[in-house]
């Protein structure tokens, strides 16, 4: 039986669990908003229109951060639209839909605030630019006694939103993007309105768009360009990337391998563009689009008659795909010292953790349950366990570590999260702690057997302590979490 070994010692500090890593995104696509979390008349509608039942999912999630309105539907997105009585109709050009505008900013932010997440906003630098942007921020932030924060209090709200977190953009680097720019043009138009919106609020926090892919061609030259220009004006750097199995199963469940890979090498970039400018100012990263989403299935949208509320991208997961996707949040852990902010794309029926029916019944897929548990349980301070175990190779990213792991400890609580990548081979897990531990509980979601099942809910899983030491038997294409009590972690000068 193949064995793995890892040590946690609190003095192998990561950085502290920040809770913007359990972030969301929801975008006018598709049935994310209408049908999604908004349907007026839905027997579990609210008095404003929100579907209680996506409401009480979203917060049994954990999700902490929501990213808004888009995606590529910002970049041609008027939000004057989605405010006040009279909403025009109009054609979303990204992806071929007629957009009523029956919910916008207002009913978006009063939505956060039930489901008890901060908003994370996107303004539209494709279609739009500076001065539009600094509407939207004086409309949302400003107190009032001007034009458009007064229009925010005729419309009802006399209280500003306070949003603290921006997105610059989106994607601008992609040929498909409305609007799309050269990094010089785009870097330059970024750093300029973060400058004036800096003027409406010096409080904001701002997010510079990254590559739209690790793939792309311009990847890593456009990094170092944009930032560059506006590295003194922003806060974060954007990364993107989607995974799918492709008919790959032991590649497909190493692909955190790329995404570390992917993280590391935007750190590098923009830690060598500082070292260039000479600035300590150290750029940390908000991974904002993130998941399994089974791209080769979508055909695109560029033929496709306009209408309202189409089934876009409505891919149904796997047992597979949820140890994929926990393979991800702890790969997000390893790296909190540097990625502040992670949103999963999307929240409701697009590639999503959560499906509805419209009229009927929302649920839980499996890339659900990973993200609800490590949301729930990822606390206080992250370690790094640094695994020894055998190694995998594989077609798409070479040879793979077969164990990948993750702790956090809060005070004597500890959550291990582990994924054994092996498609066909158990995995005997030794973990060393710094004095005699006690397992409290662990759950594993195994895809080995049917790794192409679509539920799989999480199981009960054998762990045994001898002194200092746990002991478990990961099951072959799987993702566990064991919490245990350690009273030793209670001393905080190790902290």
Known sequence: MPQ????????????????????????????????????????????????????ELTREMGVSVVRYPGGNFVSGYRWEDGVGPDRPSRLDLAWRQIETNAFGLNEFMTWTRAAGVEPMMAVNLGTRGIQEA???????????????????????????????????????????????????????????TAKAMRLVDPDIELVLCGSSNSGMPTFGAWEATVLEHAYDAVDYLSLHNYYEENGDLPGFLCSAVDMDRYISAIVATADHIGAK????????????????????????????????????????????????????????????????????????????????????PAWRQTIFHPFALTARHARGTVLRVEPFGPLLETKRYGEAPALSAVATVDGSQVALFAVNRSPDQDLDL????????????????????????????????????DGDRLTARLPAASWTMILAECENLLDHNKL
């Open 430 to 465: 030794t973990a060393r702690l710094p004095a005699a531990v006690r397992p409290v509980s662990a759950s594993v979601i195994a895809a080995g057997d049917d790794p192409h099942r679509v539920e799989a809910l999480p199981q009960p899983l054998t762990v045994q302590a």
């Open 4 to 55: 793995a070994h890892l040590t946690l010692d609190p003095s192998f500090r990561i950085a502290p669990v920040n809770r913007r890593l359990f972030g969301s995104f929801v975008e006018h696509m598709g049935r994310c908003v209408y049908t999604g979390i908004y349907e007026p008349g839905h027997p579990a509608a609210d008095d404003n229109g929100f579907r209680t039942d996506v409401l």
């Open 277 to 360: 400018l000479r600035r300590k100012k150290k750029i940390n990263l908000s991974f904002d689009e993130w998941n399994v989403w089974y791209q080769s299935r979508f055909t695109g949208r560029e033929r496709s008659p306009f209408q309202e509320t189409p089934e876009l991208i409505e891919d149904t997961f796997t047992a597979a795909d949820a140890v994929v996707v926990g393979d991800f949040l702890i790969t997000l852990l390893r790296h909190a010292d540097r990625v502040s902010i992670a949103c999963q794309a999307q929240l409701a029926n697009i590639i999503a953790p959560i499906r509805t029916k419209p009229g009927g």
């Open 134 to 192: 600094c509407d939207l921020l004086e409309y949302a932030n400003h107190p009032s006694g001007t034009q458009w924060s007064d229009l925010r209090v005729k419309h009802g709200v006399t209280n500003p939103y306070g949003i603290k977190l921006w997105c610059l953009g989106n994607e601008m680097d992609g040929p498909w993007q409305i609007g799309h720019k050269s990094a010089h043009e785009y870097g330059r138009l970024a750093n300029e």
